[in-house]
């Protein structure tokens, strides 16, 4: 934190009318940053449609890859709503965390490899026709040293690196011993581990204190962006990749008391997210953000 000559803490810091966006103690360590800024104004509005049992989705081309159930995928319409073929099996697991890689498997194929953390980092191709899937390869994830029980709930790409995000304790639920847990695992440098698997080299993890129940997640402008809320208040939050610290808070208590389940990026100014609707389905949401500092406002899309 950096604070005034009377010891107040500042919000903001500037040096010749320039914004200062970062600080450093004498050790380097970052004491201050206004990185956030750009994205605390914005408007929310509900989308006119909702996925069916959705758990976590991901966004490419217009489209929404959702996980509707255990193993399940649908491709839909992310304008609309429209189901673009039935749902297929496929072994996504639960689907926390749903993310599309930038990798293809084929040129010709319309969606990247879409990843999940299950059993380490699975990849998933999904047909053209938007009707099957399949597993084409994984990676084994090399354990934190300690917090060795951690599960990872989130994940996302950054430069050819792979951020996870967890619980030290193997679930969401509040204990006095129960941490969250980020890392960073090398992509690009797989350990070959002679049994025709795979394992990336862990580069580092950061613990932070608690909060609940991360369903969806996606790296974006180099934060970890995750959504939060079960029991308690829903909030869409985006974490420093390296400290782990929330960057952004978004509540959205007023737009949804239901449980969060996922989050995606459409462009670099819309963010999709969805919270439980109408049983078991999601009820999804639009966050805009408005780099005119002109204020937050709200609206509905429904109808």
């Known amino acids: 934190m950096i604070y005034s000559i009377s010891g107040q803490s ?9 914004e200062i966006n970062e600080a450093y103690d004498a050790n380097g360590n970052v004491v201050f940053s206004g990185e ?11 989308m006119p449609y909702t996925t ?10 217009g489209k929404l890859a959702a996980c509707t159930a255990d193993n399940y995928l649908r491709v839909l319409d992310a304008e609309n709503g429209t189901r673009l073929a039935e749902a297929f099996g496929v072994s996504v697991g639960h689907a926390n965390s749903l993310v599309f890689s930038d990798e293809f498997y084929d040129e010709s194929d319309t969606f990247p490899l879409l990843c999940g953390t299950i059993g380490g980092l699975s990849y998933f191709r999904i047909a053209n026709t938007f009707d099957s899937g399949e597993l084409v390869k994984s990676y084994k994830l090399e354990k934190p040293p300690v917090d060795t029980s951690t599960a990872w709930y989130g994940l996302g790409f950054d430069s050819g690196f792979l ?31 002679g049994d ?29 962006w995750v959504t939060s809320g079960f029991t308690s208040p829903g909030h869409v939050y985006a974490l420093d990749l390296t400290t782990a610290e929330i960057v952004v808070d978004i509540p959205v208590a007023e737009y949804t008391t239901l449980e969060m389940e996922a989050i995606t990026w459409v462009d670099d100014s819309t ?23 002109s204020g937050k406002t709200t609206s509905s899309l429904s109808g």
């Open 10 to 18: 500042l919000a903001k810091a500037y040096s010749t009318r320039e």
């Open 36 to 46: 956030g800024d750009k994205y605390k104004n914005y408007t929310v509005q509900m």
């Open 52 to 61: 069916p049992c959705g758990q976590d989705f991901a966004h490419y081309g």
């Open 163 to 193: 951020y996870t995000i967890g619980y030290t304790s193997g679930s969401y639920q509040a204990s006095a011993n129960n941490f969250i847990l980020l890392a960073k695992y090398d992509l690009q440098n797989p350990v070959d581990n």
């Open 196 to 224: 025709g698997t795979f394992t990336l080299p862990l580069l580092y993890t950061k613990r932070r204190e608690w909060f609940e129940c991360i369903q969806g997640s996606e790296v974006h402008d180099g934060y970890m």
């Open 271 to 293: 963010l999709l997210f969805s919270s439980k609707n109408q049983g078991s389905n999601n009820g999804i949401f639009k966050i805009t953000f408005n780099n005119d500092y």
